[in-house]
């Protein structure tokens, strides 16, 4: 890693530090070829820059489940508007990126990358569990 060949970049690294990002999310949001998690430490750790002892991401931590209890109350609110897709008994809701194959894929809540979906078993090949999948059929009205 050249720093000089990045002009700023270090500057900019340890402003993302000094706001409370650890190094492994300002490698990801600076997205510069060669710098990685261990280069980026060691610079910080060289120039003085170092957290108190017992220092915790538990803040960052604490905002990230804040969004996502929002998104989860979203959710849960939303199931009382008719049109939008709604939870059912089986639901667990789970971020849409998070979810694993044979869980519900129906959205009932957040947004972009901060959608939820519904996260009940799916069967067989399908996309959604039973209630969605009634659901999805009733309403676009192709039952078979
Ligand atoms: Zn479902």
């Known amino acids: 890693m050249n720093w000089e ?3 700023g970049v270090w500057e900019k690294a340890v402003e993302l530090w000094k706001s409370g990002l650890n190094a492994t999310n300002i490698v990801r949001e600076l997205k510069i070829e060669g710098l990685t998690r261990s280069i980026l430490n060691a610079r ?15 803040e960052i931590n604490a ?8 998104a989860l109350q979203a959710a849960q609110s939303s199931s009382a508007e008719p049109n939008y897709p709604t939870t059912v008994p089986a639901s667990r809701p789970v ?4 979810r694993e194959a044979g869980e519900c894929r129906w959205i009932v809540g957040g947004e972009g990358i901060h959608s939820f979906c519904c996260g009940a078993p799916a069967p067989g090949r399908r996309s959604y569990c039973e209630d ?6 009733t309403s676009s009205g192709t039952e078979t």
Not at 52 to 58: E, I, M, Q
Not at 63 to 70: I, L, Y
Not at 95 to 98: A, G, I, M, S, T
Not at 132 to 137: E, K, N, P, Q
């Open 5 to 7: 060949k990045h002009p």
């Open 44 to 58: 910080l750790w060289r120039q003085g820059y170092r957290r108190p002892k017992g220092y915790s991401h538990s």
């Open 63 to 70: 905002k990230a489940m804040s969004k996502r209890r929002a």
């Open 95 to 98: 971020l849409f990126l998070k």
């Open 132 to 137: 969605h999948h009634r659901i999805a059929h």
